[in-house]
């Protein structure tokens, strides 16, 4: 077994033990509704989570992702509820701006050699400027399609019922893992993650592989908008604020390292997973405040970091990205 998929493993041993531990305080989060709710409530944040995987892996960061949501939901509430803007048009509408934004900030990265950092910094301040000036407050989303779509759902067994956010979500880690681990766009990814120079050196479209990580990920930011916007029905200029860090959050727990050439899309679900449990043991309890999941949070985070030093996942990041051979 490959000592770089160590900290997947390490994710998913993880996850089972606090679920095992949270079944033994409270019996009924073995039922199907929790692990059902656990996806339906998470929706966006797995999204999310899923562009910021791959900018992960090529060594980058997106801090704009959590604003370009807010972004999306404004967009939405604005088109449909004042403009009486068709969804399904709105919905293309912000998705292709959303892709658009993001291939824009990858172009800056490469050409203009800006620090991701900075760059998708000012990107966040960008969105969320924007936002604030279509409305400071809360607008509503009344519309027959909306409260459909946000209310369907496959029922299951037990009484339990995965919403269609959850499906599409799901459906968006399996072309998540697809796209990063079984193409050469994915292969690419992972030589740029592991050393810039030498995959220049091995013939990688550095260019065109730069502007389309962070197009892929205004893609995603723009998916989980929409997610959000029918999760609440409303759009809000301050929603997702600080969501950017939870998001990154779930790519380290599930073994992605933020210095590049490593991670899984499944590491980085179980890592989603985790977050959504630790939320609900808390509203389980009832007497934890909510700050208790982000204490708990760092506290993963610093576990993880250190797991991947024991396991030498820094020191192999450089030779054992997948799909070397397929770069060169």
């Given at each position: ?42 929706a966006y ?60 900030l ?18 966040m ?39 269609l ?25 992972f030589?740029i ?5 030498s ?19 205004g ?16 759009g809000?200029?301050l ?10 959050a ?26 959504a ?11 934890l405040?909510s ?8 506290a ?15 020191r ?12 060169a």
């Amino acid at each position: 077994m490959s000592r770089n998929r160590l900290p997947t493993l390490l994710t998913i041993g993880v996850f089972l033990l606090i679920y095992a531990g949270c079944a033994l305080q409270f019996p009924t989060m073995l039922s199907a509704r929790v692990g059902a709710n656990l996806l339906n409530d998470s929706a966006y944040l797995g999204i999310l989570a899923i562009g910021m995987t791959i900018v992960i892996v090529s060594g980058g960061i997106d801090l704009s992702v959590g604003a370009a949501m807010a972004f999306t939901t404004m967009l939405l509430a604005v088109a449909i509820a004042n403009w009486g803007m068709d969804p399904w048009l709105a919905f293309a509408l912000a998705l292709a701006i959303g892709t658009a934004f993001g291939a824009l900030l990858g172009a800056a990265i490469h050409y203009l050699e800006a620090p991701p950092f900075i760059a998708t910094l000012t990107a966040m301040f960008l969105a969320r400027g924007a936002c604030l000036m279509m409305s400071g407050d809360s607008i509503p989303v009344r519309h027959p399609l909306y409260q459909a779509l946000g209310e369907a759902a496959l029922p299951l067994p037990g009484g339990a019922r995965l919403s269609l956010l959850a499906i599409v979500m799901l459906l968006a880690f399996a072309a998540g893992g697809l796209l990063l681990h079984r193409t050469r766009f994915g292969a690419s990814v992972f030589a740029i993650g592991g050393n810039r120079h030498s995959a220049i050196l091995l013939g990688v479209p550095v260019a065109r592989t730069t502007i389309l990580i962070y197009a892929v990920s205004g893609f995603c930011a723009a998916l989980a908008g929409i997610a959000f916007s029918l999760y609440t029905q409303a759009g809000y200029a301050l929603s997702g604020v600080g969501l950017e860090l939870d998001v990154i959050a779930a790519a380290v727990i599930g073994g992605a390292l933020l210095s590049g050439g490593a991670g899984t899309m499944v590491g980085t679900f179980f890592g989603m997973l985790i977050q959504a449990l630790i939320l609900t043991y808390i509203v389980f309890d009832g007497t934890l405040s909510s700050w208790w999941a982000k204490i708990a949070t760092g506290a993963l985070l610093f576990a993880f970091v250190l797991a991947q030093r024991l396991t030498g996942a820094e020191r192999l990041r450089l030779w054992n990205f997948p799909g070397r051979s397929r770069a060169a």
